[in-house]
């Protein structure tokens, strides 16, 4: 059997082959293929638990080799496989085939074999490459089985893993029982968690939240403290429908790279929610790091990613969501290692008018300057603010919208997204895209027809509002979704989207306050 690892790296990560060679000579382990600190501890955790599991350790010299030898190995996820190619040289597997089997599993010294990251990764990688058979801890089963791979056997003890290969090694392929695990009950409790309820009045305010949330637009809310904005940004993704395989498949990798998967959990379901605070680091948010991982960007991926105090943030690590927001990915190039992550997700940004929040307050006194307020939008920075689509001013509501008891509950916002989302996937299942803020320059015209009439309102409003060539790609994108949320799925766009659209996409061009 040729035993082969996973070591991660970016969003693909590598196939290792782990080779073995036993010799006369002083009794020794000698690990090469550039293995780092935790995979050169292995060599004493694979000894003691292959003692501990009642086999004899060879008392020879021993060559384990982790190939390609160029990438650098990391993590403890090679323990099982390196245990496996020691006992296979010393003919305890029986006859040798050459099959490739994927060995994942970090080992304790009792032999117990521990959970890893990045298995669903590992298996999808596998079967690229091939892999006969999958031999993964017990803890990873759930997401093992997510990618539909065949010959998944789980295992909890080295023991039960030389068992299992001396079967494959005969071929006799034992049968398990095992389904992916069932997630209605986590994808009711997300529907039923809340949608608009508990904000309060602001009508306008969830009609631009549905907006955003049927064709994926990044959207700034900017107010006073205390107007709603961050409750109405973190209820964003409880309009957002289900995630389709393909896409719950990408978010569960990410997160299994990451290490955030709980143990025996499946694919994740619904889109993700990240709210980062203003003092993340850029390895943080962009991702990275000595061993590279996700970012909160990537963490977002098919989701919301929603910073609150947005200028807040430092302006260096605002200006390096520019190209995610555009292309969807990140791509990380650290010393010796070029990777990338998936980051295609919508962003929802909250900021005051102000740095004193004051501005535009009633019974208020805002003491900013306008040179102040300049300074403070600035942060953001223009190139950002360009790529977001929707601008809401958000004030504070009235006392006594605040404590009557309201029964919109938000539910019908929430059907007018389902149904224009049905609309974009059967208008995009031929493209690359599936919602309308993704479509390209070159191919709006191929979706969004205005008439002669729309198209004069179009050109006042960029002559009135300074309108960038973006803005009004923008603008006409915002308009088609404003027309699926109609029924309307022809490419002929009514003039009341056209002028829903500019209003929404109106501020910020010029300048943000009142």
């Known amino acids: 059997m040729n035993i082969i690892s996973y070591s991660p790296g970016g969003f693909e990560g590598d196939i290792v082959s782990v080779e073995a060679d036993l010799r006369s000579g002083i009794p020794g382990v000698n690990l090469v293929g550039m293995p780092d600190t935790a995979v050169k501890e292995s060599v004493e955790r694979v000894r003691i638990a292959i003692k501990n599991s009642s086999y004899d350790f060879p008392g020879k010299r021993i060559v384990v080799n982790l190939a390609p030898a160029g990438i650098k190995k990391e993590g403890a996820s090679f323990d099982l496989s390196i245990a496996i190619s020691i006992l296979q040289k010393t003919g305890l597997l029986g006859e040798d085939r050459e099959r490739k089997i994927m060995v994942l599993g970090e080992l304790q010294l009792s032999g117990a074999i521990r959970p890893i990251n990045g298995t669903l990764s590992a298996v999808i990688a596998g079967q690229r490459e091939?892999?006969?058979?999958?031999?993964?801890?017990?803890?990873?089963?759930?997401?093992?089985?997510?990618?539909?791979?065949?010959?998944?056997?789980?295992c909890s003890h080295l023991s039960e893993a030389v068992d299992l290969l001396k079967k494959i090694s005969q071929d006799i392929l034992p049968e398990y029982d095992l389904k992916p695990q069932n997630n209605e009950k986590e994808e009711s409790s997300n529907k039923e968690r809340n949608l608009l309820s508990d904000i309060k009045g602001h009508k306008y305010l969830k009609q631009a939240l549905s907006v955003a949330a049927a064709g994926m637009h990044n959207i700034i809310l900017f107010g006073p403290p205390g107007s709603g904005k961050t409750l109405a940004g973190s209820r964003l993704v409880s309009l957002l429908p289900d995630l389709d395989l393909e896409?719950?498949?990408?978010?569960?990798?990410?997160?299994?790279?990451?290490?955030?998967?709980?143990?025996?959990?499946?694919?994740?379901?619904?889109?993700?929610?990240?709210?980062?605070?203003?003092?993340?680091?850029?390895?943080?948010?962009?991702?990275?790091?000595?061993?590279?991982?996700?970012?909160?960007?990537?963490?977002a991926h098919k989701g919301v990613l929603f910073l609150d105090e947005t200028p807040e943030f430092r302006k260096s690590i605002l200006q390096c969501l520019r190209e995610p927001v555009e292309n969807g990915k990140v791509y990380l190039a650290r010393a010796g290692k070029n990777c990338w992550f998936p980051a295609d997700f919508q962003i929802v940004m909250a900021a005051n008018p102000c740095p004193c929040g004051n501005r535009g307050k009633e019974d208020s006194v805002c003491c900013c300057t306008d040179i102040d307020v300049y300074r403070y939008w600035k942060r953001i920075g223009g190139a950002l603010i360009d790529r977001i689509d929707i601008r809401v001013p958000v004030m504070p509501v009235e006392s006594e919208i605040l404590t009557e008891n309201s029964n919109d509950s938000g539910e019908?916002?929430?059907?007018?997204?389902?149904?224009?989302?049905?609309?974009?996937?059967?208008?995009?299942?031929?493209?690359?895209y599936k919602r309308n803020s993704r479509i390209p320059p070159s191919e709006c015209n191929m979706f969004i027809k205005l008439s002669e009439n729309s198209k004069d309102i179009l050109s006042k409003a960029v002559k009135k509002f300074s309108f960038s060539s973006r803005a009004v790609h923008s603008t006409m994108k915002l308009a088609r979704t404003f027309s699926d949320m109609k029924g309307n799925s022809s490419a002929d766009i009514e003039h009341e989207s056209l002028l829903e659209a500019i209003q929404l996409r109106r501020y910020g061009d010029r300048d943000f306050f009142w």
């Open 130 to 154: 091939g892999v006969y058979a999958y031999i993964v801890p017990e803890g990873n089963i759930e997401e093992a089985l997510s990618s539909k791979a065949e010959r998944i056997y789980p």
């Open 247 to 299: 896409d719950s498949i990408e978010v569960t990798r990410i997160y299994s790279l990451a290490g955030l998967l709980k143990n025996g959990s499946g694919l994740i379901t619904r889109p993700p929610y990240r709210s980062p605070h203003h003092t993340s680091s850029m390895e943080g948010l962009i991702g990275g790091g000595r061993i590279i991982k996700p970012g909160e960007i990537s963490l």
């Open 412 to 432: 019908e916002y929430y059907k007018m997204v389902q149904n224009a989302v049905d609309i974009q996937k059967e208008r995009f299942k031929n493209f690359a």
